[in-house]
């Protein structure tokens, strides 16, 4: 990045941490106009975008990020999340998938391609995907976490306590 990009982008993070998503947008604008092939200001400039609920203009700029440089798991992964949260199943999938193809042992992706699942009322698909999230991961609370609602679904009582179980070990992650 350039200094001027590089200065842009760390003020525009630090706005958007502060909650002030309008300045933080205009920052990373002023950036991209600096640097427009740097996928970094992208990414950030959609995760600022998701932050504030405009998930539209998010993907738009992940997209970009992603014609940038296709190989970046955290770019992959959030398309994949603002999808599933537009209700747009079938791009979050997709996004999931070339994650999964070139990082398959990332239990987010993993988790994420579950909650897919479970939001298609397609428990046994939810429920293996949510198992090799834990399987990479054994203390992955929210898979877990994903994993009781699914085994409950299914009617699989003794996986349900399991995980309520190994969940009781683990911290609970902050919010």
Known sequence: MT???????TQAINLA???DFKEAIACFKRAIVVEKANHLLWFNLGVTYRDAGEL??????LLKAY???DTDKDVIETLALVNLSMQDYQEAFEFCVMGLDLYPVDAHLWNTLGVIFFNQSDYL???DAFERAITINPYYYDALYNLRDTYDEL?????KAECKR????????QE
């Open 125 to 127: 698909n939810a429920a």
């Open 3 to 9: 200094e001027q990009a590089e200065s842009l982008n």
């Open 17 to 19: 941490q502060n909650g």
């Open 67 to 69: 014609d940038i440089n």
């Open 56 to 61: 539209y203009s998010a993907r738009e700029c």
């Open 155 to 159: 009617g699989n009582t003794a996986g």
């Open 166 to 173: 190994r969940m009781s070990a683990i911290k609970k992650p």
